[in-house]
């Protein structure tokens, strides 16, 4: 879904997201948390990749060009490029693809090289593939059935590229069994990097803590458990970019 408000797509970062009114009614009640999968600054144009699978992404999906919607945003913290960075590994799993796609452009607008690794299922839930290639970016591909690319998960082919000695930097979005994985492995090669979380979202601005996740404790902070050694962090305002050393993912 492309949405057209110019004001909003001024203050759009990439890794940023929106919370849509899926209604005119009261059904569905809450709003939808959905990332920014493009950001056109010249158009005024943000654009929306989600999955149908419930009443509100329905509605969404029955939307017709020049219906009126109500999207606030842009909310959360997005992507940063850190300083100095030459080759960039993006990994992105299943519908967690979604906001990479303007981070993309952004490594190739400052002339980093990226190689982009993409897993899902099957070869039917790959996104994106096309235009990637059409950017000119390098893609890998791994399916858990092996019906595109290599069979097995996405976190092998990271494991591959990571210890050729590639990538000085990584940025990855998806399932949190996937980004557990991909941190404990780029923690063993003392690779840097971000990682967007995927949470259920009720306010989408702090209010109402549905999205909390645990973090490290900051340093001369308090933690939450102090036999643990965490804190807990809103995903929808301290996120849901974190970096990967921050964050802590139970199974």
Do not use: W
Request: aromatic share 8%; with cysteine.
């Amino acid at each position: 879904m492309r949405v057209y408000v110019p004001q909003l797509t001024k203050l759009a970062k990439p890794g940023q997201f929106v919370h849509v009114r899926c209604s005119s009614g009261l059904d569905p009640l809450l709003r939808r948390p959905i990332s920014l999968h493009g950001i056109d600054y010249g158009k005024g144009t943000i654009s929306l990749l989600y999955q149908v699978v419930g009443t509100g992404t329905r509605l969404l999906a029955e939307m017709a060009p020049g219906d009126e919607i109500d999207v606030m945003g842009p909310l959360g913290k997005g992507f940063t490029v850190p300083d100095g960075i030459k080759k960039a590994l993006v990994v992105g799993g299943g519908i967690g693809v979604a906001p990479l796609f303007p981070l993309i452009h952004s490594l190739k607008h400052y002339g980093i090289q990226q190689t982009v690794l993409l897993g899902a299922r099957s070869a039917d839930f790959i996104i994106g593939r096309e235009q990637l290639e059409l950017l000119g970016v390098k893609v890998k591909i791994a399916t858990d059935d092996g019906s595109l690319g290599y069979k097995g998960f996405v976190t092998r082919l990271a494991e591959d590229e990571i210890s050729g000695g590639t990538p000085d930097y990584f940025f990855a979005c998806g399932p949190n069994p996937m980004l557990k994985g991909l941190i404990s492995l780029t923690k063993g090669f003392g690779l840097s990097g971000q990682v967007s979380l995927e949470e259920y979202m009720g306010c989408g601005v702090g209010a109402c803590l549905a999205c909390v996740c645990k973090s490290k404790a900051a340093a001369g902070r308090e933690p939450d458990d102090s036999a643990e050694g965490f804190e807990y962090k809103k995903v929808c305002v301290d996120g849901p970019v974190f970096e990967a050393s921050e964050v802590i993912l139970d199974d």
